[in-house]
Nanobody, 120 residues
Framework: QVQLVESGGGLVQPGGSLRLSCAASGSIFSINAMGWYRQAPGKQRELVAAITSLDSTDYADSVKGRFTISRDNAKNTVYLQMNSLKPEDTAVYYC??????????????WGQGTQVTVSS
């Protein structure tokens, strides 16, 4: 089994910053892509940012220039640095990791979600 543990969410004022972390553990052996998604009330889950094993990144247009995704391969951890936060960034943020176990079984795992609220 593969487990993801997320941390770093919370309440912040507009213009503030937060850093989300997601650590993968368990039977995962080779990680391909790691990413962050978010889901606001009444809306569909959307991609926020993703990073591949070659450090290629992709961002939603709405967060470009404000959010930065990075990964620490030694720790199997992905980070999302969120700056200049806006009220419309308020959502539950989910970590996603896909890759292979030591038996080369493909896995695609979601974290439990962490709430980010941007409000004055």
């Amino acid at each position: 089994q593969v487990q993801l543990v997320e941390s770093g969410g919370g309440l912040v004022q507009p213009g503030g910053s937060l850093r989300l972390s997601c650590a993968a553990s368990g039977s995962i052996f080779s990680i391909n892509a790691m990413g962050w998604y978010r889901q606001a009330p009444g809306k569909q889950r959307e991609l926020v940012a993703a990073i591949t094993s070659l450090d290629s990144t992709d961002y939603a247009d709405s967060v470009k220039g404000r959010f930065t995704i990075s990964r620490d391969n030694a720790k199997n951890t992905v980070y999302l640095q969120m700056n200049s936060l806006k009220p419309e960034d308020t959502a539950v943020y989910y970590c996603n990791v896909n890759g292979y176990t030591r038996r080369w079984s493909y896995v695609d795992v979601w974290g439990q979600g962490t709430q980010v609220t941007v409000s004055s």
